[in-house]
């Protein structure tokens, strides 16, 4: 059970403020006395803790005392315990006079804001998470990760196949090692700087407080927030895909259309890809007009169209290839080689960049006709005119690359939240079925909404245990059917002399655990309890 409040002792035995500068000058105990209030923000991954302390300033006793860089340790507690709340250094002064009052205000932050000062240019190949942000620390922070031998940057499960970097806060790249770093089959970390000034990497949800909150909140706070609610995912792979995905839309007649001619499935005498390919015989008046459909494509920069064609003589006339849209008026043409008797490879750039338009891309190929468009391409129509009938053959037609995509919804989620749309890039996935198995576990994972509390409490005795950002936590509101496991995102303790009470302010948030991919499914990697990942900053 917490001391009673009129238990509760003044300067330092409750608090103790010392500052001691770079050069190590002896430190300083403001007493009791001349302490005004002191708030500690102890922060946790998205950001760094911090402090704010105001004192009495009679008879300019602190006007020359306090410097920028001093060093600052802040002991907060009930009764005889007083552990270390905070370590860091002052980083702005403020004065402020009144007639009869004079009062100086010192705030900063813990060494976290090291994480800000350096950039970083460099490749990380085939590197455990780990590694990485132990070079980080210990080639441009410089902040220590070892507690009485004990290593505090922990293992991951994930290796970054290559992750570029170039004039990158320290702080950016832990952040996104944090956010795709995998443990035991749940993906994230958290990183703080503790008490002491030693820097902490750890899996979400592994460090657990050791504080009860039972009976001890004066105040709850309990909310639900949909804005983070996503239910219809989807995920796009490495850019190594073909459509068809056997790189041959010529093995069947299934989406062929003719338009004039017949259409035949041929062994092709050998077809140059595959077992068959697509011939058109064409009409008298020599025309061969037919088309591949395609489910609605967005053409992306960089992507080509590959075709083998060829006929039988006489050699066609005119011989065209069109990307159109579904309804056939609209589509972007240029030349298409047909050999007679012989197979011709054509390979074809695609996307806004190739439109021919001699005022910004003279070297373009493609003529306009109507209004196409690279956002809606649903069909690859061949056009050859001959002066007599003749078979127009063609061959392994396939895109590439594009990249792996697919996508996963909860239709529960969109019935009772409305459709919520997200899309992710992830380089290292090399299927679709991964992309869906990577889209699953984010809908899971998002398509809730998530769960906070902010609780107050004027009586909470933590010990020797302060209570930091990124532990866990259990909480119990029976009026609100909250009985549950909180990760804590931010505490404040704010001390006021004045009326010696210590207030503790906890903000708690709840969701569901990313599940990493692997669960799933074996993956086809080098290791499959290892997640290969690749980054380019």
Not at 196 to 217: A, C, I, Q, W
Not at 310 to 317: L, Y
């Amino acid at each position: 059970m917490a001391l009673p409040i009129s238990r509760i002792t003044v300067g330092e035995q409750y608090n103790a403020l010392q500052y001691n500068n770079s050069h190590y000058k002896t430190g300083v105990i403001v007493p009791p006395e001349d302490q005004i209030e002191i708030r500690v923000h102890s922060g946790c991954t998205k950001e760094v803790s911090s402090f704010e302390a105001t004192f009495a300033n009679f008879d300019k006793k602190y006007t020359d005392l306090f410097a920028v860089m001093d060093l600052v340790r802040i002991w907060i507690g009930r009764g005889t315990n007083l552990p270390l709340i905070f370590f860091g250094k002052v980083e702005e002064i403020k004065a402020d006079s009144f007639a009869m009052e004079n009062y100086v205000t010192v705030n900063g932050r813990c060494f976290g804001e090291w994480l800000f000062r350096r950039l970083v240019t460099k490749a990380y190949l085939n590197k455990k998470g780990e590694d990485i942000v132990k070079d980080l620390m210990d080639n441009f922070v410089g902040l220590s990760h070892v507690r009485d031998s004990t290593e505090l940057i922990e293992n991951t499960d994930t290796t970054y196949t290559r992750s570029e970097y170039e004039d990158t806060p320290v702080f950016d790249i832990l952040k996104h090692i944090s956010e795709s770093a995998d443990k035991a089959g749940v993906i994230g970390f958290d990183f703080r700087v503790a008490p002491d000034g030693k820097f902490e990497f750890f899996p979400r949800n592994s460090k657990t407080s050791s504080v009860s909150l039972s009976e001890k909140l004066e105040v709850g706070k309990y909310r639900k927030d949909i804005s983070r609610v996503r239910n219809k995912i989807k995920v796009y792979g490495a850019r190594e895909r073909k459509e068809p995905a056997n790189g041959d839309a010529c093995e069947s007649l299934t989406d062929w259309i003719a338009i004039n001619g017949t259409l035949v499935l041929d062994p092709g005498g050998p077809p140059q890809v595959g077992d068959y390919c697509v011939k058109c015989i064409a009409t008298l008046s020599g025309v061969s007009q037919f088309y591949r459909s395609f489910e609605q494509m967005v053409i992306p920069e960089g992507c080509k169209l590959l075709i083998w064609a060829r006929s039988g003589a006489p050699e066609f006339g005119t011989k065209k290839i069109r990307v159109r849209a579904p309804d056939g008026s609209n589509y972007f043409e240029t030349n298409l080689t047909v050999n007679v008797g012989s197979w011709a490879r054509n390979e074809f750039a695609l996307g806004k960049n190739q439109e021919y338009d001699p005022n910004t891309n003279p070297n373009g190929i493609w003529t306009k006709v109507g209004l196409p468009t690279w956002f809606n391409v649903q069909g690859i129509e061949i056009y050859c005119v001959g002066s007599s009938e003749v078979a127009a053959l063609v061959d392994g037609l396939h895109f590439f690359p594009i990249r792996f995509h697919e996508t996963y919804e909860d239709f529960i989620s969109q019935q009772n939240y409305g459709l919520r749309e997200l899309v992710e890039v992830d380089e290292e996935l090399y299927s679709d079925y991964e992309c869906w198995l990577r889209a699953r576990a984010i809908c899971d994972h998002l398509k809730n909404p998530a769960e906070y509390l902010t609780l107050i409490s004027l009586i909470l005795d933590y010990g020797n245990m302060p209570i930091l950002a990124g532990d866990k936590i259990h909480v119990t509101l029976p009026n609100e059917n909250v009985d549950a496991d909180f990760r804590i995102l931010s505490v404040d303790y704010y001390v006021n002399e004045e009326t010696q009470e210590l207030e503790v302010i906890l903000e708690l948030g709840k969701e569901l655990p990313l599940l990493a991919d692997y669960l799933y499914v074996l993956r086809s990697k080098t290791s499959s309890l290892a997640r290969y990942k690749a980054s380019v900053r």
